[in-house]
């Protein structure tokens, strides 16, 4: 076993104590009850209009809101890391806001919000439906990237069209109040999960924030206020005794979580239902988002090594991102035993965990958690102080780094022997390799929530249709082909979930989907691709994309002016302001 130092946890703040104030809880959903049922009877121009309104009320809020997200997670305001704060934050949420309010028009007009867009086949017989880039503006700032949701095998592009809207196209139906217990780490999920409720479902939502982010629960109300002044949303703070009075409540006729596993089945099952033998106490329906294991698919090739350092920094920023308490971030790295090069990328993203500047994690427990990664595994090494772990799984048995996300900076090694190492046989050994890694990713790791797949463009090229073959065995909500799935949940017209089939008794990642703004019914899972090199390394490798490092990269040097461009312009989307964006882009 080699490892560092672990560092020892900083002294923290106990969480704050909130008192049980039921009567205003029950004013707060008596004031929801009415809001439902007038949203029930406003038309669809009048529900864009009021998200509209709520787009213009954020736009007001999003420099004081990145300012107090970055004060909760210790961020020197000077720091490029700001840029995740823009960009994960008020940048996603006026993206949502916007894409639901286009879609409520275009339902108004009399038309499917998927018109336009021609659906592609999957050799399974699924469609698939291009949400990324969805018109000229998008295709130039998001040059070389794309995003396409996947419907359920076997449904028509009739049924789609004609389906895509959702509870949209229920007018006069009121869907009741969803309670909405949001999660800590990502302050746009809350708004997001709310806007999903509200045009998906015609339901009013109470927000229960997280502690970890009450700091900004002044900002949310600021910002989300013309839905609270319609009475379709209230915003809470609480501990466990307020989400547990909320869930019970019988005006609350839905539950919403975003979190971990273990507060889903305490609310479902109760204190001693872990064996989850006898029925649920929750008597009301409860769709979740709870993480996961995320694997990263190294798939071999010839590369450079300009590709092995900036590959490094990308599955860097998988983990990193947040310091690693992400649901999505990438947890185990799969590695092919032939691969030539095998050596050289490792050293490559072991450089890259040491060199990239150190964050403390912030997140309440993230230190014990990493002392349990530490001492659950044999083979450990440890970087930047101790704030990073990289486990080598050496063994068939199940390992936690395997099963336990740790929300924390551990990443995970799993070399897998599939082929043989001659370069003759060289697509071949690829195809096996992958065959296996997706057959290790399914059975062996927890969760379904996102994958990533790392693959040179003339590895790619070469295994052709068998590539193709191989993601759609891979049964995640969302797939990153050489780009962190993190993006499918800035899309905000891509879905957002578990793979569809989990059940309370066994729920994995979660049940349902949020985001979707074009409301595409029947979905399974969303595929993000983007180059494999940056510009210009990406069009003298064949690849036709001039995007230079993303600015959600970790090491992205100007990621901060890059992602408050980026949100200025989601605010008001407009050509003139794309060169501002791409001259702090390409300093990165």
């Known amino acids: ?80 890391l700001v840029g995740e704060e823009w960009m994960s934050g008020p940048y996603a949420a006026l993206a949502g806001f916007s894409s639901a309010a286009a879609s409520l028009r275009r339902l108004a007009a009399g038309s499917s919000p998927v018109d336009g867009i021609e659906p592609a086949k999957t050799a399974g017989g699924r469609l698939t439906w291009k949400v990324l880039p969805a018109d000229l503006l998008e295709s130039v700032l998001f040059h070389g990237f794309s995003a396409r949701v996947w419907t359920l095998p076997g449904v028509t592009a009739e049924e789609v069209r004609t389906g895509a809207g959702l509870g949209a196209r229920q007018l006069g139906r009121a869907g009741g109040i969803s309670l909405v217990l949001g999660a800590g780490n990502i302050t746009s999920i809350g708004p997001l999960d709310v806007l999903t409720e509200l045009i998906a479902h015609n339901r009013a939502s109470l927000l229960k924030i997280n502690p970890s982010l009450a700091p900004l629960l002044s900002v949310y109300r600021e910002a989300l206020g013309p839905l609270i002044d319609a009475d379709l949303l209230r915003i809470v703070q609480g501990g466990a005794e307020v989400g547990q009075y909320l869930s019970e409540h019988p005006d609350i006729s839905h539950v919403h979580i975003t979190g971990s596993i273990t507060t889903h089945d305490r609310i479902v099952w109760g204190e001693h239902g872990s064996d989850h033998s006898d029925a649920p106490v929750l008597g009301k329906p409860i769709t979740s988002e709870l993480g996961g294991v995320s694997p990263i698919i190294v798939v071999p090739g010839a ?121 003759e046989h060289r697509s071949e050994n690829s195809a096996a390799f992958l065959r296996s890694a997706v057959d290790y990713a399914n059975d062996r790791l927890a969760g379904t929530l996102g994958a990533n797949v790392i693959i040179a463009p003339g590895t790619h090229k070469a295994l052709g249709s068998r590539f193709d073959a191989e993601i759609e065995r891979l049964r995640y909500g969302s797939i990153g082909i050489n780009v962190w799935t993190g993006l499918a949940f800035l899309t905000p017209k891509a879905t957002w979930g578990a793979f569809p089939g989990h059940s309370l008794k066994d729920v994995q990642s979660g049940i349902g989907v949020v985001h979707n703004m074009l409301l595409i019914p029947q979905t399974e899972r969303t595929v993000v691709s983007g180059p494999f090199r940056p510009f210009p390394r990406s069009v003298l490798g064949g690849e036709f994309s001039l995007f230079p490092k993303p600015p959600w990269f970790v090491t992205a040097r100007s990621a901060a002016r890059t992602g408050r461009a980026l949100t200025e312009f989601a605010a008001s989307p407009s050509w003139a302001k794309l060169p501002s964006i791409f001259f702090h882009a390409f300093q990165a």
Request: charged share 20%; net charge negative; glycine share 4%.
């Open 303 to 423: 590369w450079s090594k300009a590709d092995l350092r900036f590959q490094a920094e990308n599955i860097a920023t998988m983990r990193l991102h947040n310091a690693g308490h992400n649901c999505i971030a990438a947890q185990t790295i799969i590695i092919d035993a032939h691969w030539s090069q095998r050596d050289e990328f490792l050293h490559a993203l072991k450089d890259a965990l040491e060199r990239i500047d150190s964050r403390t994690p912030w997140y309440a427990g993230s230190q014990n958690r990493l002392h349990q990664a530490a001492a659950d595994h044999e083979n450990v090494e440890s970087f930047s102080h101790g704030q990073r772990l990289l486990v080598t799984i050496d063994s068939d048995q199940p390992a936690d780094v395997e099963t336990t996300e740790y929300f924390a900076a551990v990443l995970g090694i799993k070399i897998i022997s599939a082929g043989n190492s001659t370069a």
């Open 1 to 80: 076993m080699t490892t560092g130092n672990i560092a020892q946890p900083h002294a923290r703040l106990g969480a704050p104590a909130y008192p049980l104030d039921t009567v205003r809880l029950d004013d707060a959903i008596t004031s929801l009850g009415s809001g439902v049922r007038a949203w029930a009877d406003m038309s669809l121009a009048q529900r864009s209009r009021l998200l509209e309104r709520t787009h213009e009320s954020i736009a007001r809020n999003v420099t004081r809101w990145t300012r107090t997200a970055a004060d909760i997670k210790g961020v020197d305001p000077e720091s490029q």
